[in-house]
């Protein structure tokens, strides 16, 4: 394992650049399929960096920015209840359901509380027998094991005031169902890192061979969102379809069987609505009959809950890849992440978000031709820059 900063040397940046345009000589347009390279991307301006007519458009993977706006608001009616203690990772607390979010039911008084991996809430569970534990289990492939490992636990123990309130996504179909949308303009992916080291990278062939796209995992370095970009061009310039490991240090082909294992044995895929986009079939995770004792929705009843999306929120586009954070309407002027009207603009992943913190200022969209003088990768962090006394 290197450094940290051998993933950001701007001496490698550069060759990268220029070994980019000698390979490009058409447009293309790729999609990274994560939140997490989006905010690399955007953050570091890579996008900014690419030939003339290398577009990058930004995938569906942000499990915060996904999860419909009804299972918001059966969290909330949960959390809303007498001796619930409910538990989820940070990042959910602030996205807003149809009328408040998770963070309002606290400040009302819920015991809504913030935990850092799902087994915390075993230990919770057992310290307040006389309460009922809910944890919100949201993701991708990347949390589904640990989220499977507390309810095996759970079960183990015999815990009965333990439940999770599932909203679990996966990648493949997700990616089948954009690829084979009419208004699909993907030509190659960057596939997430986190994901395939849980699946490994197997499933993405047959998306490969069925749609003729080329796929390559990456991780969420500037430098391996770079590499991962020239390989994608250089496969797409070669005509030759199939999935490449840019980030082998981490991933494996079969991915972490123990992991994928746990996870076939307490969940079952079953269809799942994503926020903006709508059903996609057997796109998402539920608990096995085995486990169903601990599914939230059955103890709680809180299923039946419609209700309608912002109608000037585009997000569903966004996240298909159809539109950029910057063609809405309500970007930064409605629509905040102090005030967000869609989860990507709340979510730490989500493309809205990105565009927001690290490119809001930005001049004209342009796409520099590689010069021969050495590329920056800069950090357009806030924090960055008030050290740098730049704005924005
Ligand atoms: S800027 Fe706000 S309203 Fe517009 S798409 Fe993003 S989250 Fe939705």
């Not at 309002?104 to 534990?133: E, F, M, T």
Request: proline share 7%; aromatic share 8%.
């Amino acid at each position: 394992m290197k450094f940290q900063d051998e993933y950001r040397d701007p001496r490698t940046a550069d060759k990268l650049r220029h070994a980019l345009a000698d390979v490009a000589t058409r447009p293309w347009t790729i999609m990274e399929v994560c939140g997490g390279q989006t905010h690399t991307i955007v953050r570091y301006g890579i996008d900014e960096l690419l030939p003339p007519g290398i577009e990058l458009v930004h995938g569906p993977g942000c499990p915060v920015c996904v999860t419909p706006i009804e299972l918001i608001d059966q969290a909330i009616a949960i959390a809303s209840q007498p001796n619930v203690i409910f538990c989820s990772f940070g990042d959910m607390l602030r996205v807003p359901g149809s009328t408040r979010d998770l963070l309002a039911v606290k400040a009302a008084g819920g015991d809504v509380r913030i935990v850092y991996s799902p087994l915390d809430c075993l230990r919770i569970a057992d310290q307040n027998p006389r309460h009922d534990v809910v944890f919100f289990a949201v993701g991708f492939e990347t949390t589904a094991p640990a989220n499977a490992m507390a309810v095996w636990q759970a079960k183990r123990r015999g815990l009965t005031n333990f439940s999770v309130l599932v909203s679990h996504v996966l990648v493949p179909p997700a990616m089948a169902a954009m690829l084979s949308s009419p208004s699909n303009r993907v030509q190659g992916v960057l596939a997430a890192g986190h994901v395939c080291t849980v699946m490994g990278y197997d499933e993405y062939l047959p998306l490969s061979e069925q749609f003729q796209i080329p796929i390559v995992v990456t991780g969420f370095e500037p430098l391996d969102l770079l590499e991962g970009i020239y390989r994608c061009v250089r496969m797409l310039e070669a005509g030759r379809v199939g999935v490449e490991n840019q980030y082998a240090r981490v991933v494996r082909r079969a991915g972490n069987p123990e992991a994928i294992q746990l996870v076939r044995e307490v969940f079952q895929v079953c269809d799942r609505k994503w926020r903006g986009i709508g059903t996609i079939a057997q796109s998402g995770l539920e608990l096995s009959p085995e486990y169903e004792q601990f599914d939230a929705q059955r103890r709680f009843t809180v299923d039946g809950i419609e209700v309608a999306e912002s109608n000037l929120c585009i997000s569903g586009l966004i996240l298909q890849g159809l539109k950029k954070p910057h063609e809405c309407p309500a970007f930064g002027g409605l629509c905040t992440p102090e005030h967000p009207l869609g989860a990507t603009m709340v979510s730490s992943e989500g493309a809205c978000a990105a565009y927001f913190h690290y490119a809001r200022f930005r001049p004209a969209p342009t796409l520099p031709s590689p010069s021969k003088n050495s590329v920056e990768l800069t950090d357009v962090s806030p924090q960055s820059q008030a050290s740098h006394g730049r704005n924005g």
